[in-house]
């Protein structure tokens, strides 16, 4: 080689690897409740989980991790837009349709440089844009044998969901230009309903009786009507598929036979003793916490799956891992499963980060973070710079050990999807370290209320309109009337303040090119 070309190619590589950009790899299941999570030390103890607690155990826990709208595709579209569903127009797992043409984070990190992939769970009703590779499961995903669509088509698969996204997510790490850094998106589709755990699993716990959560049987008093008019109750709603008294979707007769053989005699003594009322809650609350937490033991095995392939590889002191989920989710509480609500159960996310040389091991974070911030921290960990218009703020300081002085004292809420599937009122509302104060106005469900999370955690009780609380009361409107304009948050009669409008104006259109389709084939 002439030696003016090896001088080139020695700059070429010198450049290149200065300076060293971090890999990320974004582990993102859904549904998984901080509970359910030993790292975060639930009072009743439910599960061991090493593998995610060793991320915690590397790197740093965030205990106050809140989401601004407690549902799958909404928090999905924050993630990747850094932006309220008000600003990104994904409001809803019903009628949203996630808009890909938009900034997201993941666009920027692949103009970049960053080789990207999305794996698993997207439920966003539009083809991933801004990966290099993508493959992603059909709307909520099965748990047996689940379908997945790629750029290529839909591709058939034989197994369990959450082995096989971690399959394909190391798949594609294995096959990568090693030449660049990455983006990986690892998205389980576990522990969401109906909660069928892998079956090498069935049995694992051997029979354990969960200690019950204090408010299994909330009687909804002291707070605004809305909170008991709802239909997410162990007592009511859930089905028998969740229960495990129907074969679930997407089973083999192979696999059946498994299936039938654990569950078989259980629902046999199910049916013998017909338990009821309060006895039926226990048995279903039993019967619950035994799949769910089946579903988040194969959730961590996979978690460890991937760190001993990242450690294997020697992409370990290089690589930051992020554990989190897309909400939190009622373990029982409130005689709960599901999400939705401002409160704490489901507003709070576990948020896990283990980034080698900048976070110390064993860390824990206590200020309001959220699921709006992680775009802009991703961003700024890659060394890019994040547009204006994201609503976060970057969490690069505190995963180093230092909180800004003028980090955020209050957070703003807003959930919308009303009145399928749950019957949730649409709310809004802010959180500070100490209160809670919440707008409900679903039809008929007009009102506020106003918990001191401080002095009443499980939040059983409104002191909304009592004289001691009034200069507290006045001084949250204040501060959330001020977080709304601040969010452009629209009013919440203006139709596009719930996607109303985009939806209207989407089914016109649709009407228009089927009427146009029908008039073309008359033809
Ligand atoms: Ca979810």
């Known amino acids: 080689m002439p030696r003016f070309l090896a001088l080139l190619t020695w700059c070429a590589t010198a450049f290149a690897a200065e300076p060293t950009r971090p890999n990320i790899v974004f582990i993102y299941s859904d549904d998984h409740a901080y509970q359910a999570i030993s790292a975060y030390g639930d009072e009743r103890k439910l599960i061991q989980t090493p593998n995610i607690?060793?991320?915690?155990?590397e790197g740093m826990r965030f205990d106050r991790a809140l989401v601004t709208n407690s549902i799958c595709g909404p928090c999905r579209a924050v993630i990747l837009t850094g932006k309220y569903s008000?600003?990104?127009?994904?409001?809803?797992?019903?009628?949203?349709?996630?808009?890909?043409a938009q900034t997201t984070f993941p666009k920027l990190l692949q103009a970049a440089g960053y080789q990207t992939a999305m794996v698993g769970k997207w439920h966003l009703n539009t083809d991933p844009t801004g990966f290099d590779?993508?493959?992603?499961?059909?709307?909520?995903?099965?748990?047996?044998?689940?379908?997945?669509?790629?750029a290529g088509g839909i591709v058939k698969t034989s197994g369990y969901v959450t082995d096989i996204t971690t399959d394909v997510s190391l798949g594609w790490l294995a096959k990568r230009d090693k030449?660049?850094?990455f983006l990986l998106m690892c998205q389980q589709k576990a522990p969401h309903r109906e909660w069928s755990p892998n079956l090498p699993d069935l049995g694992w716990d051997k029979g354990r009786v969960y200690p019950e959560p204090e408010t299994l049987f909330d009687d909804y008093a002291n707070r605004a009507h809305a909170v008991g008019d709802q239909d997410m109750t162990l007592a009511k709603t859930i089905s028998p598929l969740d229960m495990k008294l129907v074969h679930p979707p997407g089973i083999t007769p192979e696999q059946a036979k498994v299936w039938d053989a654990y569950y078989g005699p259980i629902n046999e003594a199910y049916q013998r003793t017909k338990p009821q009322g309060r006895d039926l809650v226990k048995w279903r609350y039993q019967r619950y916490m035994h799949d769910y937490l089946g579903c988040v033991k194969s959730v961590d095995d996979n978690?460890?799956?991937?760190?001993?392939?990242?450690?294997?590889?020697?992409?370990?002191?290089?690589?930051?891992?992020?554990?989190?989920?897309?909400?939190?989710?009622?373990l029982g509480e409130h005689g709960w499963f599901d999400k939705r609500w401002i409160f704490e159960e489901?507003?709070?996310?576990?948020?896990?980060?283990?980034w080698p040389g900048v976070t110390p091991a064993g860390s824990v974070n206590k200020s309001l973070v959220a699921n709006v911030d992680l775009a802009q921290t991703f961003l700024d960990m890659a060394g890019v710079p994040a547009p204006a218009d994201m609503q976060g703020r970057s969490l690069r300081p505190l995963l180093a050990g230092q909180v800004p002085p003028d980090w955020r004292q209050e957070f703003y809420y807003h959930y919308y999807e009303y009145?399928?599937?749950?019957?949730?009122?649409p709310h809004y509302g802010i959180i500070t370290d100490k209160h809670k104060l919440v707008h409900y106005y679903g039809v008929g469900h007009d009102a506020v209320d106003l918990f001191d999370t401080a002095k009443d955690p499980r939040e059983l009780r409104s002191f909304a309109g009592q004289p001691e609380y009034a200069a507290i009361q006045a001084d949250l409107e204040a501060r959330?009337?001020?977080?709304?304009?601040?969010?452009?948050?629209?009013?919440?009669?203006?139709?596009?303040?719930?996607?109303?409008?985009?939806?209207?104006?989407?089914?016109?259109?649709?009407?228009?090119?089927?009427?146009k389709k029908k008039a073309e084939g008359a033809k």
């Open 86 to 100: 008000h600003r990104n127009g994904f409001y809803n797992n019903t009628n949203s349709v996630f808009n890909g």
């Open 480 to 515: 959330l009337k001020r977080l709304r304009t601040e969010l452009l948050v629209p009013d919440v009669d203006d139709p596009d303040a719930t996607g109303e409008r985009t939806h209207r104006e989407r089914q016109a259109k649709a009407a228009k090119n089927a009427a």
């Open 53 to 57: 607690d060793r991320i915690a155990r």
């Open 303 to 330: 978690v460890g799956r991937v760190l001993k392939y990242l450690e294997e590889e020697g992409l370990l002191a290089n690589t930051i891992v992020v554990y989190s989920a897309d909400q939190g989710f009622y």
């Open 346 to 354: 489901s507003v709070r996310t576990p948020l896990l980060v283990r």
């Open 419 to 425: 009145p399928e599937p749950h019957h949730v009122s």
């Open 133 to 150: 590779f993508w493959q992603i499961l059909q709307g909520q995903g099965i748990y047996y044998n689940p379908p997945m669509k790629t």
């Open 179 to 181: 030449s660049k850094p």
